[in-house]
């Protein structure tokens, strides 16, 4: 392992952990042993010595006086946020404990582990952890809070999470970015968009909301929640009616051109204006745009996918580039995600294996459900990477069933998170500058290392220290329940089954810090769909009950409620991480709900009044913000603040948890509100 630990004073390279497609290379600064600061790595191809705020502050989460130091277990009523502190020898032998005797009355499948990627590595995402669980046999966890819905649907179209190398939409004549806020959550995308445009490109934004992404675009084109399939099923109508398709590229690469040519007929404009507000001749605008500019790129974002109908609409416009031959141009084409280049051997590295039974899958987005109203309610909960209590629609629903008093919860992270607050035991967490790990971008091309660079604070340990510790308690004796964090990077990174991951290993990522994936054009490989092509007609579809062909379906009309509500993510916090930091908070100042001039005059609501935004799931209070940015009867806001007495602005209290078309995905951006002066 490296040495960087042991040297007090330096600068060492690193990388961003967080849930972020852009995965920056870092640069840490140390002084007398502790870290003083954090700087992008200039040298990263991709990210360049560029980062965003968030991170830049680090330091301060890092060294917060709130973080977790030891482990705690709970003295007060859960939630009430009353704790003591205890020994690690404690801590397990509670866990031990509960869970032998609830394995005994219950099974083992009354325990489910609840994580996401707080922390991206590896090895603490979906290593060690997955093995000890594998082992235990409980339930499993279906992670599909993120981007399952549209990752699935681009899959019907695509194969698997296969796209444009954006490094090379450097060329790139045209952009679209299609329900991604890209200024807050894809910087580097925008800084690549931002040097094409020097270049004559155009910059084309697509959202609900003209957030800072639309202000900078040269063109918003403001739609309706829910409706963008037929928008891009619109284009296609345009584009096969003016013959601005590539005919050859879709004879050779794509089935069911002919099938599509029929059935975009009915997609007429004008039905698509009534459908998406989007007038005529924007349409008409934004059609011939696409068909005549060479490279287009359509950076395709998860706002559309948080949908009930978010499946279908990826898969929908996954097949723009397709009907106009951009997979073939240098800069064309699409991304979605590009985690499919340097997928690993997850069977290596997770050991499904040691799962001696079958054993029932959860998912997620309806913990809520699964905690209260399931025939066998799960019995402990192992949270960790997560804060399930504030990011998990109907969060009302959430806490009833994590204040269930005979449920027994476990919370690893590094702060008291509010899911921490209904733990049972809590364990510290180091946090990655802490720890071992590889990283996978899914949106740029490189793999990355991180040695630890400090110390662990504190008592905390890693994610797999606390399952090689809880492993060991169990008796449990397979080897690889305690193999080292460098074994099981070596183990993961052995996948001959991956071409693109060619050079890719523990020695090289030692040596380079980065190494980015063995791709060539996408369509030299047949593609892993059934047919090998781009599937614009989809058997698999249809024998799964879905309309083969893309198509438009409009979203669940959930209540009689006036607003759509579209709680996205900020600018300054990732997902929950940060919303407990007052530098961050500061920067945010507070929680807005934007809403449309005509609309907010019609309540009797001004700039800045405090607001109540309710439905029959629950309420929060937030600040208006009044303008042209959203249409009439969409309702914004951003971020998952902390949810204090003192701000309500628990925004999850209102997402429903109906789940997508497909990949049981989220569904945070289809409920509806109502709103009040308050
Ligand atoms: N600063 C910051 N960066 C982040 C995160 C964060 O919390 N903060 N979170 C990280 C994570 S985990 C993820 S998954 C990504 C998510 O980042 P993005 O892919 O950008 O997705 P969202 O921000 O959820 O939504 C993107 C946009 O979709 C819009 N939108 C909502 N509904 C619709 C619709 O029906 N149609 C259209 N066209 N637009 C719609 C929203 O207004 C929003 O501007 O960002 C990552 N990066
Ligand atoms: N309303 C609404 N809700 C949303 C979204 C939205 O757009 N709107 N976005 C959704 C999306 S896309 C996502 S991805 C989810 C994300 O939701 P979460 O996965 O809950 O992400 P975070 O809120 O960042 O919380 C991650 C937690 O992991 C902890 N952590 C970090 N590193 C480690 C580690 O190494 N070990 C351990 N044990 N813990 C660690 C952090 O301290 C933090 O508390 O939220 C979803 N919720
Ligand atoms: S959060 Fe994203 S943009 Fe910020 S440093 Fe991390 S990877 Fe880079
Ligand atoms: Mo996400």
Redo the contacts with the bound molecule.
Sequence with gaps: MSGFINKKDGIFPSV?S?D?P???G?LVQKKDGKIVKIQ?DPDHPV?KGN??N??RHMTERIYDPKRLQYPLKRVGAKGEGKFERISWDEAIETIRLRWKDLIEKEGPESILPYSFYGNMGKLNSEGMDRRFFHRLGTSRLERTICSSAGSTGYKYTMGGSFGTDPEETIDTKLFIFWGVNAVSTN??QVAIAEKARKNGAEIVVIDVHKNQTGRWADWFIPILPGTDSALALGLMHILFDENKIDDSFIETYTVGHKELREHVKQYDPATVSEITGVPTCDIYKLARMYGETSPSFIRIGNGMQHHDNGGMCIRTIACLPAVTGQWLVRGGGAIKGNGGFLAHNSDALERPDLLKKETRVINMNLIGQALLENEDPVGSLFIYNCNPALVTPDGNKVREGLEREDLFTVVHDLFLTETAMYADIVLPATSSFENTDFYASYWHQYMQIQNPVIEAYGESKSNTDVFRLLASAFGFEDECLYDSDGDMMRQALEHPENPHLEGINYETLSEKQYVKAARESLLKTKLRTPSGKIELYSETLAAKGFSPLPTYTPIIEDNEHPFMFIPAPNHNF?NSTFSNNEKHIGLEKVARLHLNRTDAQGLGIDDGDKVRVWNERGECELFASIGENVLQGVAVSQGLWADLPETKYFVNALTPDRVADMGGGATFFSGRVSVEKL
């Design positions: 961003c967080l972020c852009d995965q920056c870092l992008g990210t980062i965003c968030k991170v910087m580097h990732l």
